[in-house]
């Protein structure tokens, strides 16, 4: 039950879960007009679950205006809170099951993609990474974005989707700019490597391109896998609806990126980029008049970006060694977000 609605999900827990050792947690959203037994069936994960070992959960979106199940992004004709449905669910998981708190993951389908975009904005820092497959960003979603820790992001888009067109449409974002916000978020590198991925289904009208822009901070990266021909369809379903990729598969595309993240970044980082202890970070004086010091307690450089409410970046730069300064003078009065590798710390400049 949240918000007077007795809200559904299914579980996928596999054979070798045996509630001794945490495992991760992988949340797979549906599309518009679908539900969660069609997702788990559609965009499935169950096999790779059974040999990697973690948990997925499929999520049922309520009906809209329309009577239509979705995920309520912010786009209007809704007044389902989903956000908060899902941070009850996530409780409600971890509270029953042993869960790696640290690794809890987010995909979906079309809908479903605009919803892990969403929570990568709005509940950022109970997910380690997400994934879109035929989703996208609105553009108020994209002007109004407060993640709160380095993301890593994979978008899987076909150049031929019609329903989410790759070069948007109205309040769609065009695939591109979402890549670059989330480039720009993390501090990653700006130009891709790009990579052509061997055509072996030459029957299925389409081909992939592998993006990948690394070395954000925290060691975490963007990746995109445009598929150029591809439809609004998850690439490798065992459902053919039409213009599908048998090239790649999204599902365990998608796990292989999710395995390389927890929470603070990069599982394997590199020294700069291994996470802070945030209990040893001081951020005064709160609030500010021109200056705020930074002590991090750790030595080596740290990549530091300064965002007002509405998510913009104002500031931005590195800092080295465990203590530093930073003139604030030049911004207005009001809350700010400074953001430290794996860290966000609100401040009021006076």
Known sequence: ??????????????ASYTGDVAFPLVFNFHGYTSNASEQMYYGDFRSIADTAGFLVVHPMGEPDINGQPHWNVGQGGT??????????LMDTLLFNYNIDEEK??????????FMSYYLACHLSERFAAIASVTGTMTTDMINNCFATHPMPVMEIHGTADNTVPYNGLDWMEPIDDVLSHWRNFNNCNVTPTITDVPDI????GSTVEHYVYSDGDNGVAVEHYKVIGGGHTWPGAAYNPGMTNYDINASLKIWQFFAQYDI?????????DKPLALKKIKVYPNPADTEIHIET???????????DIQGRQL???RLDGSSNTLNVAQLAEGLYVLRLGNAAFKFVKG
Not at 104 to 113: E, K, R
Not at 201 to 204: F, P
């Open 1 to 14: 039950m949240h918000d007077d609605l007795g809200r559904d999900y299914i579980l996928y827990i596999p």
């Open 79 to 88: 007044n389902i809170d989903d956000l908060g449905f899902i941070s009850a």
């Open 315 to 317: 500031l931005q730069g």
């Open 201 to 204: 289904n030459t029957t299925d």
């Open 104 to 113: 809890v993951y987010t995909t979906g389908m079309s809908n479903g993609g």
């Open 297 to 307: 307690g750790q030595s080596g450089a740290r990549n530091y970006q300064i965002f």
């Open 264 to 272: 603070n970044g990069s599982i394997n980082p590199t020294a700069l």
